[in-house]
């Protein structure tokens, strides 16, 4: 197979592949609260990481990596907190 018709297929398959992890994701938040499923999504910071690895031999620089940390920790300060608060007893309003 030569190298433009392999990169043509490639290029489609991660297209493919991407449009339907988009469609799945978005489904997703339709079904289940925000706070649920956000933290999945740090799976494709790693997935983009290990991909760069494998594929064009690039490591991440620190300020990458920084950057992801902390992207990582609100997400995850954000899940906590809202679990949190899911957990708290509610007020209840008086009818309008």
Known sequence: MTKPL???????????????AQLTLTYAFK??????IAPFEYGSLL???VLGL???Q????RYILI??????????Y???????LR??????EPPV
């Open 31 to 36: 079904l289940a609260p925000v706070a649920v």
């Open 6 to 20: 392999f990169d043509k297929i490639a290029l489609i398959g991660i297209g493919l592949i991407g449009g339907t």
């Open 47 to 49: 997935f983009g990481v």
């Open 87 to 92: 957990r708290l007893p509610r007020e209840v």
């Open 67 to 76: 950057g992801a940390a902390v992207v990582i920790a609100s997400g995850l």
């Open 58 to 61: 690039e490591t991440p620089d």
């Open 54 to 56: 494998l594929i064009w």
């Open 78 to 84: 954000i899940l906590h907190r809202e679990t949190k």
